[in-house]
């Protein structure tokens, strides 16, 4: 156990930092290819609710994607971190009203818990393996709240990078349904 912990940690380390020493200037280009690939991605599915975190740090910016879809009358719902590794959904009206949340977060501010179906998640992580497992910055929220929520698609997204031909599991992980990159 201590050994995949360790084999997870350093993945996470090495990732984040060649997310975090991508020049700026490639990754606004293949942030806006991955938003590119996302809208045609929603549009296919034909998703109407779309789950979709508010990145941070050199996270990829899906933001230019979240205004578009606002402006196109989609419901976009958005995590709010809570402690034992609960996520809140609450419905985002505008990346303008926004508060500060846990471990350096955002989530929509004054706004309405989301209870109804989703029909699309888009999630972030630190790596993503070849048969879609994620990982993340290691708090298990994503796999809590995916336990809970088996609807809707689940779509990481990530740098090409961040692929790795194989991560450590757990009995509890989720894979996801694709990852795009």
Partial sequence: MTNEKEVKATIRKAMRQQRDELPLTEKAVLDKGLCAKLLKIIEERKARVIHAYLPFGSEIDICPLIEQLLAGGY???????????????????????????????????????????????????????????????????????????PEGYKLGVCYPFQIVDHLPTEPHDISLDAVLF
């Fill in 75 to 149: 419901t976009i719902v958005c995590p709010k971190s809570l402690p034992k590794r609960a996520l809140q959904n609450l419905i985002l009206k505008s990346l303008q009203e926004l508060e500060d949340g846990r471990y350096g977060t955002k989530h929509p501010a004054n706004s309405e818990e989301y209870a109804g179906k989703i029909d699309l998640f888009i999630v972030p992580g630190v790596a993503f393996s070849r048969d879609n497992y994620r990982l993340g910055y290691g708090s298990g929220y994503y796999d809590q709240f995916f336990s809970t929520h």
